[in-house]
């Protein structure tokens, strides 16, 4: 097994604007997520969701502190999920059924140090 | 085994097991290492030792047979040597396959799953990017060096080698797995793969750069590969339809220049000089690729390239025919290059004017702007309609976005010919 990072890019003003009911229903998604992972042959290992990239502070070369995400996009990082999954495929697998519907996703292999 | 034979018979020989043996040899040895790069170096070896060892005991009755057990036995040593110890084992997930609808029959007539099918839907993952497909697929599948596949796609040797590099990083890091998908997933990864073959087809059939219209070497791996996969998935109608497409596309390769090497256009070409074999094949593929529904792009376009194949002459062209299966290929695969070659097919079937017009429809296409067959489609409609003036821009347009040499002096002698 090989652990895979689901990292989640959306466009954050389209959760701004989002109605009460659009915001439940993306929950009530990402909790049939979790719950759907392990039929594919996978482990969720962990997750978050992240505030805003307004809420974001950046540090470079370890001093100069600036206001804002690291990089500006327009789809930014949202959230995460990490899997424990057999190969590629099976992460792809469970990487199609994240929702977000505001973006995609990008699946990216954990190096591994030994 | 036949008696001991002379190095040049040898050396044939081994050229032509390593044209038509390589990719099995491979993917029979990724079966033991489970590592690409291990892999590629034990058929290398078993390739060079066949050249010492056929001219000794002379050229086996079943080469592929001998050069697979000469590569995996280098391998098992290397394997056995490596030990447990190795982080790089193992790099390629591989899971027993059950025996699939697309496997070839062993000598008792049992299914046996191929390796060169798990090998080539490697190769052509979507995880991978179609540069890196294309050059996997040459180098893994066909065996050419990191120098020919440089080559082949007109980049520079440390270029391809570090893409190559990337790829196999990737498939093994990733841990792209080693494996034919399964049936529900088949189609679209097939369809990878048919894209890569038709691209390789389509650049050597008209090479974008260079001296020569066609790429010789290019044009036949593709044919090679498409009927290792017809063979590998004989029941699958869009591989049928892209080997249909190919035949009959090359059929008529011969006749595509003149001897001083003028590019000679479908209504100037010798059709008694078309390859017959070829297009008999082509066309009975394409029977069989039409059945499915919807049929695929590939069988659409072979039925268009049927038609033409068929044809006693250029004047008895069925262009209402070909213009029907345009329609058919527009609605069902939308692409601006193919609602040119419409538009094309409507300037034969109802005149130059109403080819013009459906051509300038598409003249605001983005995906157009800088392709070369635009202007020049619409030249030669001027050029027909004796709207000299503007078919002169139109060449000179042409002229500006085409980098091949043949079809460079084609477009000029066309100028010439409208006085400009």
Redesign the interface.
């Known amino acids: 097994m ?1 652990q895979y990072l689901i990292l989640i890019y959306e466009d954050e003003t389209r959760y701004e604007t989002a109605s009460p009911e659009v915001t439940a229903e993306i929950t009530a998604e990402h909790e049939a997520f979790a719950a759907g992972v392990e039929a594919h042959g996978a482990k969720l290992l962990g997750g978050e969701a992240l505030q805003p990239t307004g809420t974001a502070t950046s540090v470079r070369g370890g001093s100069e502190v600036t206001d804002g995400p690291f990089v500006e996009t327009k789809e930014a990082l949202g959230g995460y999920y990490l899997v424990d999954a ?4 099976t992460a ?1 697998a469970v990487a199609r059924t994240v929702p977000a519907r505001f973006g995609g996703v990008e ?1 990216r ?1 954990v190096m591994t140090f ?1 | 085994m036949s008696d001991p034979a002379g190095a040049s018979a040898v050396a044939a020989a081994v050229a032509d097991a390593h044209r038509r043996e390589w990719a099995f040899v491979l993917a029979a040895t990724v079966r033991v290492t489970r590592d690409l790069d291990v892999a590629e170096e034990c058929v290398q070896e078993a390739f060079a030792a066949a050249l010492t060892d056929w001219r000794r005991s002379g050229v086996p009755t079943r080469p592929g047979a001998w050069l697979t057990t000469a590569a995996r036995r280098r391998a098992l040593n290397v394997v056995r040597h490596r030990g447990v110890e190795s ?1 790089y084992l193992p790099l390629l ?1 591989e899971e027993e396959t059950l025996p699939g609808p697309g496997d070839a029959l062993d000598d008792e007539g049992a299914p046996i799953p191929d390796d060169r099918l798990r090998l080539v839907v490697t190769c052509c ?1 979507p ?1 991978l990017d179609r540069p890196a497909q294309v050059a996997l697929t040459l180098r893994l599948l066909c065996g050419l060096s990191t120098a020919e596949v440089a080559r082949a796609f007109l980049v520079s040797e440390p270029t391809m080698a570090a893409r190559i590099t990337r790829a196999k990083k990737k498939i093994a ?5 080693y494996r034919v ?1 399964p049936a529900a997933e088949l189609p679209e990864r097939v369809d990878a793969v048919l894209s890569v073959v038709h691209l390789l087809f389509t650049t050597g059939h008209t090479t974008p750069v260079g001296d020569e219209l066609v790429r010789r070497d290019l044009v036949e791996r593709s044919v090679e590969l498409c009927r290792m996969l017809r063979r590998l998935l004989p029941r699958d109608p869009a591989v049928a339809g892209l080997l249909a497409l190919l035949l009959l596309t090359d059929a008529r390769r011969e006749t595509r220049t003149a001897p001083d090497g003028r590019l000679l256009l479908l209504e100037e070409q010798d059709r008694a000089r078309w390859d017959r074999a070829a297009i008999a094949e082509g066309v009975s593929l394409v029977r069989e690729a039409l059945r499915a529904r919807p049929p695929s792009r590939y069988a659409l376009q072979a039925a268009i390239a049927a038609v033409h194949a068929e044809s006693p002459r250029w004047e008895d062209t069925d262009w209402r025919e070909v213009v029907a299966l345009y329609d058919v290929l527009v609605r069902l695969w939308p692409s601006p290059v193919v609602a040119l070659n419409r538009a094309v097919a409507v300037g034969f079937a109802s005149g130059p004017a109403a080819g013009l017009a459906a051509l300038d429809a598409l003249s605001a296409e983005p995906q157009l702007a800088g392709y070369g067959y635009l202007p020049a489609a619409r030249a030669d409609l001027l050029r027909r309609l004796g709207r000299v003036a503007e078919a002169r821009e139109a060449y000179t347009e042409a002229l500006l976005l085409t980098q091949n040499a043949v079809e460079r002096a084609f477009l000029e002698g066309r100028l010439r010919g409208t006085g400009g």
Request: no cysteine; proline share 21%; hydrophobic share 40%.
């Open positions: 090989s057999p190969d590629l495929d792809l699946v292999p030994d | 982080r997930v993952h995880a890091v990733a841990r792209i797995p998908p």
